[in-house]
C-alpha cells in the first residue's frame, strides 16, 4: 500500500474523531459556534506549533503562500457551516455524510481545474464511489 493512502486513512479517522469531540463540547459547554471555532483554532495553533518545532520547515513563497492562506478561509467558512448545524443540534450521523459531499466536489474540481483526469481502469471507481456518496448523502439526509 502506497504511503499517501495510509496517510489518508489516518486523516479520515482524525476527521471524524474531529466532528464527534467538537459536538460533545458543544453539548457540555452549550458555547456559540463563533467561540467554539475559536477554541477550535487555538487547539490547530498548537498542534502545528508543535510539529514545526520538531519539522522546521520554513519556506515562503507569495504566491503558494497567499494560495494556502486562501485555502485556509474556505476551510474555516466550511467549519463555520458545520459549526453552526451542530450548534442547531444537527445530528453527526445525517450532518457528516452531508458534509462529506466535498468527495465528490473535490474530485469533480480536480479532473476540472486540475486536469486530474483518472486513466480508463480507474475511471470506472472514481464515478462508482462518487455516485455512492451522493446516495449516501441523500438517504441520510431525507
Do not use: C
Request: hydrophobic share 60%; aromatic share 12%.
Amino acid at each position: 500500500m502506497q504511503s499517501w493512502i495510509i496517510y489518508g486513512l489516518i486523516a479520515a479517522v482524525f476527521f471524524a474523531l474531529n466532528t464527534v469531540i467538537y459536538k460533545a463540547a458543544q453539548q457540555k459547554g452549550n458555547f456559540s459556534p463563533y467561540y467554539g471555532l475559536l477554541m477550535f483554532g487555538i487547539g490547530t495553533m498548537i498542534v502545528l506549533g508543535i510539529f514545526f518545532l520538531f519539522k522546521p520547515s520554513f519556506e515562503f513563497e507569495w504566491k503558494s503562500s497567499g494560495m494556502a492562506i486562501i485555502a485556509g478561509a474556505v476551510w474555516a467558512i466550511g467549519m463555520i457551516m458545520v459549526a453552526i448545524a451542530i450548534s442547531q443540534k444537527a445530528d453527526v450521523a445525517r450532518l457528516a455524510p452531508i458534509y462529506n459531499i466535498n468527495t465528490i466536489l473535490a474530485v469533480l474540481m480536480g479532473i476540472i481545474f486540475l486536469k486530474e483526469i483518472p486513466d480508463a481502469s480507474q475511471m470506472l471507481r472514481v464515478i462508482g464511489g462518487a455516485v455512492l456518496i451522493v446516495i449516501g448523502a441523500i438517504l441520510v439526509s431525507i
